[in-house]
């Protein structure tokens, strides 16, 4: 009888943290260049060039990579397998409007699966400076959103999005 209580107590904790888990997710990053918004768009539509910028890049420099399509258009693909930084995936072009954003989703197969939507919005604030947006947002499926209690998502990712922006700032800017 004790052991069924000590079930239905787990059970009921594990639902109550499933209940007051995070179910969304969003985190952004914002940066200015130096450069004049068609030249900055123009380079961040095509997922190739993230090789140059990504921070996800620089911690596993020789993951192998494939591409489907064509660059810098909707249903461009890049797949990626990686050590267990950067893990297995894949991110879509979903969708361009030019010089303002670029949409991608992003499919997560390893450490665990996940899709994920990708944005990079650009702005102009004057003819040679340019407002970087880049981010990304999600559901947290039951009972993955438990874990979402344990891992700051908007630290850790964010982090990762403000080097990367730093380093296309750079790179963009020399």
Known sequence: MIFLYIVFLLLGFIIVLALAAPKKYQVERTIVINKP???VFNYIKYIKNQD???P???KDPT????????DGTIGFIASWVGNKEVGEGEQ?????IDNSRLESQLRFLKPW?????AYINVKEIDTDSTEVIWGF???NKVPMNIMMLFFNMEKTVGKDFQEGLESLKELLES
Not at 63 to 70: A, C, H, L, P, V
Not at 113 to 117: A, F, I, R
């Open 63 to 70: 993951m192998s990579q494939e591409f489907y399509g064509e």
């Open 56 to 58: 996800w890049k620089k």
């Open 113 to 117: 699966k996940s899709e994920s939507d």
């Open 52 to 54: 140059n910028w990504s």
């Open 92 to 96: 879509e072009i979903k969708n361009i």
């Open 37 to 39: 918004l068609a030249e």
């Open 137 to 139: 947002s999600g559901n």
